[in-house]
């Protein structure tokens, strides 16, 4: 697992590309100011515990521990792989 630092490094001012557990995609860039970008919405995103957590909208916050293994990102939530992407540097969909 990642600690917050390395998550801020790794994952801050890129974008990940993938899909969660219950089947939904997304495409989304993490802004170093702690805004998230995808086609036709915003959130924001943090780091609090060693975890990252996001925030769209007046959901609720939700956090996922972080593995990085080459380009393949797995959030992980209660010991267990909930969701998973690919690193891509930058922000290629000018989102």
């Known amino acids: 697992m990642l600690t917050g630092d390395q998550i801020q490094q790794k994952i801050g001012g890129n974008t990940v590309q993938g899909s969660m557990a219950d089947g939904s995609r997304y495409t989304e860039f993490y802004a170093a100011d702690g805004t998230i970008r995808g086609a036709g ?10 975890q990252m957590c996001f925030k769209y909208g007046e959901d609720p916050e939700n956090c996922w521990s972080v593995e990085i293994t080459g380009d393949q990102v797995h959030w992980i939530v209660d010991g267990k792989k909930d969701g998973s992407g690919t690193l891509v540097t930058g922000n290629p969909n000018e989102f």
Request: cysteine-free.
């Open 41 to 50: 919405y915003t959130g924001s995103w943090r780091v609090n515990d060693n």
